[in-house]
């Protein structure tokens, strides 16, 4: 089976710049950054092995980077800006239970005292927070090591 072409990517002075400038920020994520390197080293002409070579990544990681760029070019920047661009594709999964305001509704109780929620305790446990959070209907039902990981990421 014949291996494909590898996808050329051309870029506007706009667009290269743009990516230059990513690659030298100090406040982007490295994987943003070494995906603007990819792209910006796809246009310059060098083939996906010498790519590998270069950022020492696998050659799917390569590809992947090459044809994404290639398949959002059409979109406007006002629609898609250049970091979102190399941003990672949403993952595939059941839609989230708890929204947002939810989420915050859970933190906020999490810094209050138990004292004020009449608990008799010095300090929030995982099973008091649930119970708290199902008591004063922010959720319809979470279990306490749901909730605990909710408030870890925070």
Same mark, same amino acid.
């Given at each position: 089976?014949? /291996?494909? =072409?590898? %996808?050329?990517?051309?870029? @506007?002075?706009?667009?290269?710049?743009?990516?230059? =400038?990513? !690659?030298? %920020?100090?406040?982007?994520?490295?994987?943003?950054?070494l995906?603007?390197?990819? &792209?910006?080293?796809?246009?310059?002409?060098?083939?996906?092995? #010498?790519?590998? *070579?270069?950022?020492?990544?696998?050659?799917?990681?390569?590809? +992947?980077?090459?044809?994404?760029?290639?398949?959002?070019?059409?979109? @406007?920047?006002?629609? +898609?800006? +250049?970091e979102?661009?190399?941003?990672?594709? $949403?993952?595939?999964?059941?839609?989230?239970?708890? !929204?947002?305001?939810?989420?915050?509704?859970?933190?906020?109780l999490?810094?209050?005292? $138990?004292?004020?929620? *009449?608990r $008799?305790?010095? %300090?929030?446990?995982?099973?008091? /927070?649930?119970?708290? &959070?199902? =008591?004063? #209907? /922010? &959720?319809?039902? /979470?279990?306490?090591r749901?909730?605990?990981? +909710?408030?870890?990421?925070?």
């Open positions: 089976m014949p /291996i494909p =072409k590898a %996808q050329v990517v051309t870029l @506007s002075d706009k667009e290269r710049q743009g990516l230059e =400038k990513l !690659t030298r %920020q100090h406040q982007i994520g490295q994987q943003i950054a995906r603007a390197r990819i &792209v910006l080293a796809a246009a310059q002409g060098l083939k996906n092995k #010498e790519i590998v *070579e270069k950022y020492q990544v696998t050659a799917d990681t390569v590809r +992947l980077w090459r044809n994404r760029w290639v398949k959002l070019q059409d979109i @406007s920047f006002g629609d +898609l800006s +250049l979102a661009r190399l941003q990672d594709a $949403p993952r595939p999964g059941a839609p989230a239970k708890i !929204t947002a305001d939810q989420r915050c509704q859970i933190e906020a999490a810094c209050e005292k $138990p004292e004020n929620s *009449e $008799p305790i010095a %300090q929030w446990s995982a099973r008091e /927070i649930a119970d708290e &959070v199902i =008591k004063r #209907e /922010i &959720v319809p039902e /979470i279990s306490p749901h909730a605990a990981r +909710l408030l870890k990421r925070c």
